[in-house]
């Protein structure tokens, strides 16, 4: 059964912010980690557990996969994946907690 994927406004907003950035040194490069990204959660609907568990917050419902310099944390529920943010791996999660609400 393939899950429903749902994107938050957040992770909307973090995808269109990474594509700026990246895009200053490369529009090519920007388009392939956007590509990625957008690939990667379109997998989860087959596979909703293929990321693991966020390890700061030890919750089942709350995974993350590696995507280049990225963590694309998401919500597993019953039938949906909600895409709640895409943070670089060098920010502090900690503080991105309360921007995201994953608490």
Do not use: C
């Not at 690939?39 to 966020?54: C, D, K, N, S, W």
């Not at 590696?66 to 900690?94: C, D, G, N, P, W």
């Amino acid at each position: 059964m393939a899950f429903r994927l749902k994107w938050s406004p957040e992770a909307v907003e973090d995808i269109e912010s990474i594509a700026r950035y990246i895009e200053k040194d490369s529009a090519f490069y920007a388009k392939a980690v956007v590509r990625k990204i957008v690939e990667t959660a379109e997998r989860l609907r087959e596979f909703p557990e293929m990321g693991r568990i966020v390890p700061e917050l030890g919750r089942k419902d709350i995974r993350e996969i590696i995507i280049y310099s990225y963590r694309m944390v998401y919500q597993l529920t019953e039938k949906q994946i909600l895409v709640v943010a895409i943070i670089h791996a060098k920010r502090s999660f900690e503080n991105a907690m309360e921007y995201y609400d994953l608490q």
